[in-house]
């Protein structure tokens, strides 16, 4: 199967695709702005008290 498209439309497709191989967009990132992203997540789930993921 093909799809073309570009702008927002490829950037839904490609996050559509990542969830269906099991892929996060924290997964994306790398070095400090990935770093930055996991420590504001592991604050927010402290924050209500929610279970981090394994």
Do not use: K, N, W, Y
């Amino acid at each position: 199967m093909t799809i073309e498209g570009e702008d927002e439309f490829t950037r839904c497709m490609q996050h559509e695709v990542d969830h269906l191989d099991g892929r996060l967009f924290l997964d994306r990132l790398a070095g400090p702005r990935r770093r930055d992203a996991l420590r504001q997540l592991r604050t927010a789930t402290s924050l209500h008290h929610l279970p981090a993921a394994p």
